[in-house]
C-alpha cells in the first residue's frame, strides 16, 4: 500500500481496525502528508510523536480557533468560542473559569460517590451470562459522574449522553447535530438560571456565578462550555475503560498480572489511554507560513495532529504495539499536551482507577464473547458495544 491509497476519512479503516497500519506507513514514508478531502481544501496528516507534540505545544502558530473538526465547525457550530476551539489568551481565561471544579482534589473528594456508582452498576450487570458492557456500564459510568459534578438531575442525565453520541457522530447530518445542539444549550440555559438563584456546590453554579472581565459570563460562553462538558465528560471515559477491559481480556497474562499486583492500576490506566487513545486527533489552523519535516505549510491550511499514530511512535515508546500494565515512562499524549491539555483528565483517571478496583474485589474473570464494535468514527476510537461474561468470586 502506497501513502496515497490511505483514506483518513474512511471510517471502515477504523472499524475494520486497520487504523494503525496505515498510521505506520505513514509515519515511515509521509509523516507530513497532505491528504486530500472531498468537500474541502485538504489537511496534513501528521503522524509522528515529534510533529504532533510541536503542534500541541505551539498555539500561536497552530490555531485551535476555527475549529477542531476537520469538517469547519461540524460539532461546534457558530457560536461564541468554548475553552476547545479557542486560543490562549481567550483560551487561558475560560479554562481558569471551571479548572477549580476538575482538580485532582475534586477528583479525590468524589472517590466515593464514584465508587458508590461502579458498585450500583454492578448491581445491575448480571453474572455468569453475556451482556453488552458498553451499554450496562461503560456508558452509563462517565454519565452520572459528569453530571453529577455539574449539578444535573438524575432523571435528565440519558437525554445528556444523546445530545453528547449526536453532536460527536461523524454520520449525524448537520441539522441532526444543530436541533441536538439547540436542545443541550435550551437545558442548560435553564438549569443556569436555577443555580444563579439557588447556588450549590457544582460545576454548572461554578460556570453560572463565574465573571469573565468582571462580567457573568453569557449564554453563548456557557453554551460553548456545557457542550465540550457534555461530549468530552462523557464519551472520552467511556472508550477509555471499554477499550482497556477489551484488551486486558485479550491478554489474559496481563489481566491475572494486574489482579495480582493492583499497585499497578494507575500505570495500567495510563496505558489504557495511550492504547485506545480515544480522541484520535484534533486538528488545527495554520496561522502563519512554515515548515513541519520539510514540508512547506501555508498559512490558512488544515494540519492534523493524530494523536492515535504517535501514541504507537516507534521513535518514542519501546514495543508500541504491545499493551504493558507497567510501562514506564509513557508519555502518551491522549489526554493531549501543552495549553489544551485535557481538564478532565484526574476525573477519567479516577472512574478508570476505582471500575478497576472495584472489578477485581468482585469478579474472578471476564470473558470476551467477541471482539468489540467499533464506533463508526474518523474523530473517536470507542466501541459501540463489547459483549462480556462476568464470574463473581
Known amino acids: 500500500m502506497r501513502p496515497t491509497e490511505i483514506d483518513l476519512l474512511d471510517v471502515s479503516l477504523f472499524t475494520e481496525r486497520r487504523e494503525q497500519a496505515a498510521f505506520r506507513l505513514l509515519r515511515d514514508e509521509a509523516p507530513v502528508y497532505l491528504h486530500p478531502e472531498p468537500s474541502g481544501p485538504g489537511f496534513y496528516a501528521l503522524t509522528r510523536y515529534e510533529h504532533v507534540s510541536q503542534v500541541l505545544r505551539d498555539t500561536q502558530k497552530f490555531s485551535s480557533a476555527q475549529g477542531t473538526q476537520i469538517v469547519d465547525r461540524r460539532a461546534e457550530g457558530h457560536g461564541h468560542p468554548s475553552v476547545h476551539n479557542s486560543d490562549p489568551p481567550l483560551h487561558t481565561h475560560l479554562r481558569n473559569v471551571a479548572i477549580a471544579g476538575l482538580r485532582k482534589k475534586v477528583a479525590e473528594d468524589m472517590e466515593d460517590r464514584i465508587r458508590q456508582v461502579v458498585r450500583t452498576l454492578f448491581n445491575a450487570a448480571p453474572t455468569g451470562e453475556p451482556f453488552d458492557f458498553v451499554e450496562q456500564v461503560a456508558l452509563p459510568l462517565p454519565m452520572i459522574v459528569i453530571a453529577d459534578l455539574l449539578g444535573v438531575p438524575e432523571v435528565d442525565q440519558r437525554r445528556m449522553v444523546v445530545w453528547a453520541?449526536?453532536?460527536?457522530?461523524?454520520?449525524?447530518?448537520?441539522?441532526?447535530?444543530?436541533?441536538?445542539?439547540?436542545e443541550l444549550f435550551e437545558y442548560f440555559r435553564t438549569l443556569v438560571r436555577l443555580?444563579?438563584?439557588?447556588?450549590?456546590?457544582?460545576?454548572?453554579?461554578?460556570?453560572?456565578?463565574?465573571?469573565?472581565?468582571?462580567?457573568?459570563?453569557?449564554?453563548?460562553?456557557?453554551?460553548?462550555?456545557?457542550?465540550?462538558?457534555?461530549?468530552?465528560?462523557?464519551?472520552?471515559?467511556?472508550?477509555l475503560v471499554s477499550g482497556g477491559l477489551e484488551q486486558l481480556c485479550r491478554q489474559p497474562e496481563e489481566f491475572a498480572r494486574l489482579r495480582g499486583n493492583?499497585?499497578?492500576?494507575?500505570?495500567?490506566?495510563?496505558?489504557?489511554?495511550?492504547?485506545?487513545?480515544?480522541?484520535?486527533?484534533?486538528r488545527r489552523t495554520v496561522t502563519e507560513d512554515c515548515e513541519i519535516d520539510g514540508v512547506e505549510i501555508r498559512r490558512g491550511a488544515k494540519v492534523v495532529p493524530y494523536f492515535a499514530s504517535a501514541n504507537r511512535d516507534e521513535r518514542q515508546f519501546a514495543n508500541p504495539d504491545r499493551f504493558l500494565i507497567d510501562r514506564q515512562p509513557n508519555p502518551h499524549l491522549g489526554f493531549g499536551q501543552g495549553a489544551h491539555f485535557c481538564m478532565g483528565a484526574h476525573i477519567?483517571?479516577?472512574?478508570?482507577r476505582i471500575f478497576f478496583e472495584e472489578y477485581f474485589a468482585r469478579y474472578k474473570h471476564c470473558e470476551l464473547q467477541q471482539l468489540g464494535e467499533r464506533l463508526p468514527s474518523y474523530w473517536f476510537a470507542g466501541l459501540s458495544r463489547l459483549v462480556v461474561e462476568?464470574?463473581?468470586?
Do not use: C
Not at 453520541?165 to 439547540?182: I, K, P, Y
Open 390 to 393: 462476568w464470574h463473581a468470586h
Open 195 to 239: 443555580k444563579r438563584s439557588e447556588p450549590a456546590d457544582d460545576l454548572a453554579t461554578l460556570l453560572a456565578t463565574a465573571r469573565l472581565d468582571g462580567e457573568l459570563l453569557t449564554d453563548g460562553q456557557l453554551d460553548a462550555y456545557f457542550m465540550v462538558l457534555t461530549v468530552a465528560g462523557n464519551e472520552t471515559t467511556r472508550f
Open 348 to 352: 477519567a483517571r479516577a472512574e478508570a
Open 262 to 282: 493492583q499497585q499497578l492500576i494507575p500505570l495500567a490506566v495510563e496505558e489504557m489511554v495511550r492504547w485506545v487513545t480515544p480522541v484520535m486527533q484534533m
Open 165 to 182: 453520541n449526536t453532536m460527536s457522530d461523524s454520520h449525524a447530518s448537520a441539522e441532526v447535530q444543530g436541533a441536538a445542539r439547540h
